[in-house]
């Protein structure tokens, strides 16, 4: 492998918006790690994907929310690749039946934050010592914060938090040239939108868009790879809503 040759860690990369951002970024030119939680098979099928394509790839297992995974997670990537340029913090969860706050019982807060909000933090913590000069980072938040629909208010206060890390580290990080901002995906097809909502409300919730349809991963992936790409340099502790105008 070219050894000046960019790298990217992409969390949560095995399927969804992830596997989507990692095949994305290995198309413009950088060496991919992808993470994932549980899943080998389908991060063996990302990474397979993109070597076929001519691509540096490598699968690393590593639970997000758990810090020594994490450090795990940044020192294999610089063993693999020699250096770590760009981090997309991908993972999260949503619970399938988004109950409401009054019925939302302790282990599920608890999960909730422990994955979306320490599992980011957990990743910022190590790449704002481990990125290289003129690096970048990818958030996730969810326009779900500007819809703010019945069932979200722990996912979305999850989501909120990390808009503020974003804003925040971004200006802790001056003087590395690093810029950090989040995408907030509007409803995606992927299995974390789509599993336990009945064909209506699937249909109802794509049609909330003025543009009529379900985000695609691969929308999402654009989006990431403009504010990662030399085209979003100017952009730094922003959040970017990409859901086809629902809010
Ligand atoms: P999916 O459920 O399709 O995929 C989730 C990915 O995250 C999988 O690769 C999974 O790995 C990984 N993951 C889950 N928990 C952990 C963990 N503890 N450590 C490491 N990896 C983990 O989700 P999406 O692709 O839909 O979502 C991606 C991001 O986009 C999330 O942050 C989500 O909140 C956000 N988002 C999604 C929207 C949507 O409509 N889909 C809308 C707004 C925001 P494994 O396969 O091993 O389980």
Redesign the pocket.
């Known amino acids: 492998m070219n050894t000046t040759q960019q790298v990217a860690i992409v ?9 989507a951002i990692a095949t994305r970024l290995a198309k413009d030119g950088y060496a991919i790690v992808v ?6 098979e ?2 063996g099928k990302v990474v397979a994907a993109i070597t076929a394509a001519g691509g540096y790839a490598t699968a690393v297992k ?4 758990d810090p020594q995974s994490v450090r795990n997670l940044f020192d294999e990537a610089i063993r693999t690749y020699g250096r770590v340029d760009v981090l997309v913090n ?5 619970p399938p039946n988004l109950p409401h706050l009054a019925d939302t019982d302790d282990k599920t807060f608890d999960a909730l934050f422990a ?2 909000v320490k ?1 980011s933090f957990n990743t910022l913590r190590e790449a704002a010592t481990k990125l290289q000069h003129g690096g970048r980072i990818v958030n ?5 914060i500007g819809l703010a629909l019945p069932g979200y208010a722990v ?1 979305a206060a999850t ?1 909120g938090a990390i808009e503020v890390m974003t804003n925040i580290l971004a200006k802790e990080l001056r003087g590395k040239n690093i810029t950090v901002n989040a995408v ?10 789509l599993n336990g909502k009945t064909p209506e409300l699937i249909d109802r919730l794509a049609k909330a868009a003025p543009l009529e349809r379900l ?1 695609t ?1 691969e929308d ?1 992936a654009n989006t990431v790879a403009f504010l990662v790409g030399k085209d979003g340099q100017w952009i730094n502790g922003q959040t970017l809503r990409a859901n086809g105008g629902a809010v």
């Not at 996730?140 to 779900?144: A, E, G, K, Q, T």
């Open positions: 969390t949560g990369a095995s399927r969804g918006i992830g596997a993470n994932y939680a549980g899943n080998a389908e991060a590593a639970d997000v929310a991908n993972a999260g969860i949503m994955v979306n599992g996730f938040s969810s326009s779900v996912y989501k907030a995906p509007g409803p995606t097809a992927t299995a974390l939108f985000g991963p999402i």
